[in-house]
């Protein structure tokens, strides 16, 4: 199994109390540390732009200037999104982009991609809020621009949702053959099916019951479209609160729900730890997690990215990860 770690950048009310000038050196500290250890392959960011559970004015850094931030000073460590929202940018605009951090840091750019889900900004951008299958459709075609741009240094499509004309994008990314692909997302009609098309990685359900559903539907997938099922790394994010004992797990879940009390209110902050914490693979002791993750990982995941929601105030969670879980399943 391979490890990628998610960056506090404020989504997730994750900077709350650092002041928003001493965010990017928290954030680039943490960056650093990953990037100087061999625990984790990759860190990652999510594109939005309000936080959750609710809408805030609490900073939300985005994505793609992050990645260019990070490629600058890193060396190593692979730099993802999980994920890029299709819409949010002209995917022509977006291949650029990439290809532009993709020099930047050598050659460590992953896309993630999907079809965007946020509603509340979707509207406060001015994006409106377009059907699942509209957005969905967005991003096959984007896709489809991607791969061109960068196999090629030009896109031509003149599609239903995107029509571009001879784009030029030059230089080309670093990494031979493009940028690799995580189509991120378990809608079982279309997401997996543009992911059986298109994706070197997925990103779905880490569930053990919903993994080995969503795995076995693009199974089905690849063998009608004719690829290779085997050839795609399939991915989850995991929400971590690890302790030595469960009285120490318990202390992690119990600051983050305090953490998110003041915006939410106490019961709704305690209802959304609940949902993304509790019964869940990462959370517990170090046995306790490498029991669970071994058995998703026996079903087939190859890459688990992991959230410490505390990370921007206390790296004793990641340091008891990094020094028990993960030697035992990689």
């Not at 392959?41 to 609710?54: A, M, N, R």
């Not at 994006?127 to 896109?155: H, K, M, N």
């Not at 997996?192 to 539907?217: C, M, Q, V, W």
């Amino acid at each position: 199994m391979r490890f990628g770690i998610f960056i506090p950048q404020g989504w997730r009310l994750d900077l709350v109390g650092i002041d928003p000038a001493a965010q990017w050196g928290v954030m680039r500290d943490l960056a650093q540390r990953a990037d100087a250890g061999d625990a984790w392959e990759s860190l990652w960011v999510y594109d939005h732009f309000h936080t959750v559970p609710v809408p805030t004015e609490e900073a939300t850094h985005e994505a793609w200037t992050l990645m260019s931030a990070f490629g600058a000073v890193t060396s190593r460590i692979r730099l993802g999104q999980m994920c890029t929202a299709i819409s949010y940018r002209n995917p022509a605009y977006l291949a650029k982009v990439a290809a532009t951090v993709d020099l930047i840091s050598g050659g460590r750019v992953e896309m993630g991609i999907g079809g965007g889900w946020y509603e509340h900004e979707w509207r406060a951008y001015g994006y409106g809020f377009p059907s699942a299958g509209e957005r969905l459709g967005r991003l096959d075609e984007g896709v489809q621009i991607f791969r061109q741009a960068w196999r090629t240094g030009s896109a031509t499509l003149d599609g239903k949702h995107y029509q571009v004309n001879g784009a030029i994008v030059r230089p080309l990314p670093v990494q031979e053959g493009g940028i690799p692909l995580w189509i991120a997302g378990g809608g079982e009609k279309k997401t997996l099916r543009i992911a059986a098309k298109y994706a070197d990685y997925t990103n779905f359900s880490g569930d053990p019951e919903g993994f080995a559903h969503k795995s076995e539907i693009l199974r089905q997938h690849c063998a009608d479209v004719g690829t290779d099922f085997d050839a795609i790394v399939r991915s989850a994010n995991f929400n971590v609160a690890i302790g030595r004992t469960e009285a120490e797990v318990e202390d992690r879940i119990a600051a983050y729900i305090a953490r998110l009390a003041p915006f939410t209110g106490a019961e709704q902050a305690e209802a959304q730890v609940n949902q993304l914490f509790r019964g869940t693979a990462a959370v517990g002791t170090p046995e306790q997690i490498v029991e669970n993750l071994s058995r998703v990982r026996d079903l087939g995941l190859g890459y688990a990215i992991l959230n410490f929601p505390e990370a921007a105030y206390d790296t004793s969670g990641i340091e008891l990860f990094e020094r028990e879980v993960v030697p035992a399943l990689r």
